[in-house]
């Protein structure tokens, strides 16, 4: 655990004079607000007052007093602004307060822990580098594909200057390569207790975007920026692990924890996508034709499916599932994926719909045999799946009710939106309305 700096401490480099402290909206979109290093411990203990009331996703203004407690564990100190940052838990009335993000996936934790699991997550989130001129017209600064080195692409200085700062943050960065996309980018970090990967998610999209400025450049994690390119997926790897051991390794491969945690997830994927997948946006990128897959299934190795089991060995064990976008909050993300995982090993949910061919390339006829659904097609579908879903609902704790009340009003600006411009709502057309609501956050 870090230590509490004294004020005028910074490693004997410089002081650090104020520190940032952070928290999620219902978006995921961190929040915050600074104070005097003199403070630290008062945040700690007695926590910091602020008005929740224009928080999205937060109190009305009828009822808007939260505390935010700083978590000492998450302490960190930011190298190019000699600033610290730390997150922590909204409280209110002296009780955490049931709408936190981070606090929801707390008790999720707790839940896991009380059936003897620990879960492990490590995340592979994609963005894309642009130079902005004015308009959206996006201007792409190199022309790059997968996994080029040299000759294409321009950007590959950034991906190490992101590098480096990460382990800054408690991140410790495993791989960095250009993905498919022109200007589409992937930095892998190692895997870590639920909680702390959900940090760390924010902390990445930070260091991104503030590097990223520093060059020029905008960063987006938006789903789907670009029509006609590839979008922005958060691929996950998931394993739950017992008494120091992983339970997801059985005799010979997966074992029957693992199985059915993979059938509870398929059980409740329609529902999990208004989670994992939460914005107008993200259903611009789950369509046929990419590698974002569409089809409820799963499968060794198959990245047409929706969970894949990547090849492993010893203790390596783990599902991947492949639906999350970065515009996801990843503490209520966790939440509920986690929980609707929980809920296939207790009732010992069978995975169904396994195939290890191209979704993509099978018949209509071919899916409904193999059992396949398809996830919800737009945001308003996915939010109906979820209102049916009460595992899911449970999951989100009391960020329910706020997260679908500002969803459905998402997208029904939407809706309007495309009134009237005259554009059918099924259009899979990236639109301004979204550049302006999705591009920056």
């Known amino acids: 655990m870090n230590t509490i700096r004294t004020v005028g401490e910074f490693d004997g480099r410089r002081e650090i004079r104020f520190l940032q402290l952070v928290f999620v909206d219902i978006n995921g979109v961190p929040k915050g607000m600074e104070i005097p290093m003199g403070r630290y411990e008062e945040a700690i203990e007695d926590g910091i007052s602020f008005d929740g009331s224009s928080i999205p996703g937060f109190q009305g ?162 789903p789907k920026p670009i029509y006609g390119f590839p979008g922005n997926g958060m691929h996950l790897h998931i394993s739950l692990w017992r008494d120091g051991e992983n339970a997801f390794v059985g005799e010979d491969g997966l074992s029957e924890t693992a199985l059915h945690f993979i059938g509870g997830i398929l059980k409740h994927a329609k529902a999990l996508a208004a989670v994992t997948n939460p914005t107008v946006n993200s259903y611009k990128r789950l369509v046929p034709g990419y590698e974002a897959p569409v089809y409820i299934s799963w499968g060794y190795r198959n990245r047409s499916a929706l969970i894949r089991v990547p090849a492993f060995w010893g203790k390596g064990a783990r599902i991947e599932y492949r639906c999350p976008d970065p515009s996801a909050n990843p503490y209520l993300a966790f939440s509920a994926i986690l929980m609707a995982g929980l809920d296939g090993i207790k009732k010992k949910a069978e995975p169904e719909a396994y195939v290890e061919t191209n979704v993509y390339e099978m018949s209509d006829k071919e899916r409904v045999k193999a059992g396949i659904e398809t996830l919800p097609g737009s945001l308003g579908e996915a939010l109906e799946e979820l209102k049916k879903d009460k595992v899911v609902k449970d999951a989100l704790g009391g960020a329910y009710r706020n997260f679908v009340e500002y969803k459905e009003d998402e997208w029904e600006e939407y809706v309007e939106y495309l009134s009237m411009k005259e554009l059918p709502v099924e259009t899979k057309r990236v639109t301004e309305w979204e550049l302006e609501r999705y591009f920056y956050v």
């Open 61 to 222: 203004i009828e009822d808007s007093d939260l505390i935010f407690k700083a978590d000492p564990s998450t302490y960190a100190e930011v190298p190019w602004e000699g600033i610290a940052r730390v997150y922590g838990y909204i409280y209110k009335d002296d009780k955490p307060y049931d709408a936190d993000p981070r606090g929801v996936l707390k008790r999720a934790l707790e839940v896991l822990e009380k059936e003897g699991f620990k879960a492990y997550i490590g995340p592979e989130p994609e963005f894309y580098l642009f130079r902005k001129n004015g308009s959206w017209e996006l201007n792409i600064p190199d022309s790059g594909g997968y996994f080029d080195l040299v000759t294409l692409d321009k950007a590959r200085d950034v991906r190490r200057e992101i590098a480096l700062y990460m382990p800054a943050f408690g991140l410790v960065p495993e791989v960095l390569h250009h993905e498919v996309g022109k200007a589409q980018h992937e930095i892998d970090f190692r895997y870590d207790e639920a909680l702390r990967t959900a940090d760390n998610i924010v902390s990445f999209k930070y260091i991104v975007k503030a590097v990223a400025e520093l060059r020029g450049l905008y960063a987006t994690f938006m």
